[in-house]
């Protein structure tokens, strides 16, 4: 009696499902009508972060916005990195509708700001004007230009020169460091991050408590990014406030021209 060695039958193999890039138009109109929301997110696959964006209100305002433009630029992907369908043959169309709204509401709040100001009654009467001798106007004129202090000018031979840097993987505040109002900018470089990676820089006045408080980011990041953006701060003491997660690493430098 011989033994037969009887192979296993080979499983069948099934190719992975096809999933169709997003279409660039159906993510456009998304973040323009409803991207306080998080939905054009949803839309891409994008559920952790379109989750964030519901919760936030669309990180306040400003998420929507920067999505917004960026969906305009070009530069937003699916969940997997896929460039969106169609942006070549809708982009101006897009720009165009985009624009003629942003105009329109800005016409509309206007109007509506100066048509409550003259529906308010007047409490005062209109002051009388008093013609004041031409000598006189010129000496106030001159006084009043010998109190000004005189613009601080910045030297020719200025460069940039380091305030502060900070690096990490999580979340993480500096030390308080000093600004003198001069010109300055701010790099930062995060590294990894798949589609749950979201991070965010706040720039904020010694003693501000960000939970309490609260206050705008300087920048929102959702994936890999080196960037440098112009920072517009007065003399005073300052902190960096850091939020970072799912990013392998990530760095923040404030600069100075002095």
């Not at 159906?26 to 964006?53: E, M, N, V």
């Not at 709040?109 to 004007?129: K, L, M, R, W």
Request: aromatic share 8%; charged share 20%.
């Amino acid at each position: 009696m011989s033994n037969i060695n009887q192979q296993p039958a080979p499983m069948e193999q099934y190719p992975a499902p096809y999933l169709p890039p997003k279409s660039f138009l159906t993510t456009w109109l998304l973040s323009l009508l409803l991207g306080g929301l998080g939905i054009d997110r949803f839309y891409l696959g994008k559920i952790g972060t379109g989750i964030l964006k519901l919760i936030t209100l669309g990180g306040f305002g400003l998420w929507s916005v920067i999505d917004l433009i960026i969906i305009l630029c070009g530069g937003m992907t699916d969940k997997y990195r896929r460039p969106l369908v169609g942006y070549a043959q809708h982009k101006m169309l897009a720009w165009i509708i985009s624009i003629v709204l942003i105009v329109l509401g800005g016409i509309m709040g206007i109007t509506g700001i100066n048509g409550a100001a003259s529906d308010s009654p007047s409490t005062s009467s209109a002051p009388t004007v008093v013609d004041q001798p031409a000598a006189s106007s010129t000496t106030a004129a001159e006084e009043s230009a010998e109190e000004e202090p005189a613009a601080e000018v910045e030297p020719a031979d200025a460069t940039w020169q380091e305030v502060i840097t900070i690096d990490g993987k999580s979340d993480k505040s500096s030390q308080v460091f000093e600004l003198t109002g001069n010109e300055a900018r701010m790099t930062y470089s995060f590294k990894g991050g798949e589609d749950m990676s979201l991070g965010s820089i706040y720039l904020l006045d010694e003693g501000t408590d960000l939970m309490k408080d609260g206050g705008l980011p300087e920048a929102m990041i959702d994936g890999p990014i080196s960037e440098e953006s112009a920072l517009h701060k007065s003399a005073g003491k300052y902190y960096l406030d850091v939020n970072a997660a799912n990013f392998d690493g990530w760095s923040v430098t404030i600069e100075e021209k002095r």
